[in-house]
Every structure is written in C-alpha cells, then in structure tokens.
C-alpha cells in the first residue's frame, strides 16, 4: 500500500490523507490479465457484458487487497473504527445493472468480515447523471455535467449518519486532475463528518 497527500484546491478546503493499493498507467495495459488496469476495467464492467469469471476473479482480487490494506489503514489512523462510504459511480443508482456495481457490494461483503468498520456503502447516492470521465470517445449514452465544485452536494443524497464519523472513502480510481474525489470528500465534510481518508485501488500515474 502507498500513500499521498490530496491536497487542498478550489474543490477541497484541507489536505487529506490518501492511500492507493498500485499506479494506474491506463492505455493498452486494461488488456494485460492480473494488472491493475485490468481488473479496474474488468470491475467498471461499463458495457455489462464483461464474462462472469472475468468478474468472479476481479471481486476475489479486490478482496484480497481490502482484506490487507483496509485494516492497515485503521492502524495507521489510529482509530478503533471508521464507517466505509464509497464514491458513487457518474450515472444515477439505477441506470446500473447489478453486475456493474460489483466494486460497492465487494467493498461490503469484506468489511463485513473485517473487525472496526461500519457499512456506510449506501451514505452517498448518485440521484442525477454527471458526465463519465474515462468515457471520453464513445457511441454509448454519456449525458450529464462534468466536474465542478458543488457537484456531489447537487446531484447526490448524502445521509445524515455521516455526522460525527470518521469516514474512509474509497474509490476505484483516483486522478488528480478530475476532482470528483476532492468534491466528494468536501461534501462529506459539509455534511458535519468528523474527518475523512481516502483509498483508492488504482492512482494514475500523472503526466505533469
């Protein structure tokens, strides 16, 4: 596990601390079985049709790294427990169907059976479409805004039990550059959480 800094922006009022399991170079790499890269996309499963043991070996990788890395960090933290959100996916819950929201029922299913952590997997949901960064060129409906400050407080439903709680958000895919986590960890913030770490499976590698 690696560690970094998201740092405060016009989307984030305070540093956060942040863990990430592996780089994320992206490219031709999706392609490669066992990479980062590969499972990441595999558990997107954007077009939903991704072969049930493709996704049978993805879920059993993601638990794995949970397994070991989420326990770590509630060490690190010295806490005795955090309530588990996830980033919510860009298009509203029900546009996905439920073989496309493996990411947030894996996360579950293992914390379930990890000691010091609260289910808070359904605290943020997606009630209004935003815009699929990673789909940038493509046939496949892709409405809704991008990025801007405000975003996850406009087009989500955040609960009220994130109030007083020290929240680790996790996310499939951190990239600096995009800002949806920086706007969803402000959110939580708003909403009254006593404070917030982030994890993320993959980080891109930047460029700049």
């Excluded at 895919?173 to 995009?178: K, W």
Aim: charged letters at 20%; a neutral charge; one cysteine or more.
């Amino acid at each position: 596990m690696n560690t970094f800094t998201i740092t405060a922006n016009e989307y984030l009022t305070q540093d956060t601390q942040a863990y990430y399991y592996s780089d994320y170079v992206g490219g031709g790499k999706w392609r490669n079985p066992g990479t980062v890269e590969c499972q990441v996309v595999k558990l997107k499963n954007t077009s939903g049709n991704e072969p049930k043991n493709d996704l049978l070996s993805a879920v059993s990788w993601l638990k794995n790294i949970l397994s070991q890395d989420l326990p770590s960090i509630l060490q690190k933290a010295n806490l005795t427990s955090m309530t588990v959100c996830v980033a919510p996916r860009a298009k509203e819950e029900g546009f996905y169907q439920p073989n496309q929201k493996l990411f947030k029922t894996t996360i579950r299913d293992c914390i379930s059976q990890l000691h010091g952590f609260e289910d808070g997997t359904d605290y943020i949901i997606r009630r209004i479409n935003t815009k699929t960064t990673h789909l940038r060129c493509t046939t496949q409906l892709n409405d809704g805004s991008m990025p801007y400050v405000g975003i996850t407080t406009d087009t989500c439903s955040i609960s009220d039990n994130v109030r007083g709680k020290d929240i680790l958000l996790i996310d499939d895919l951190y990239t600096r550059t995009v800002n949806i986590d920086e706007d969803v960890i402000q959110a939580l913030l708003n909403k009254g959480a006593r404070s917030v770490i982030f994890y993320a499976v993959g980080k891109t590698v930047s460029r700049f």
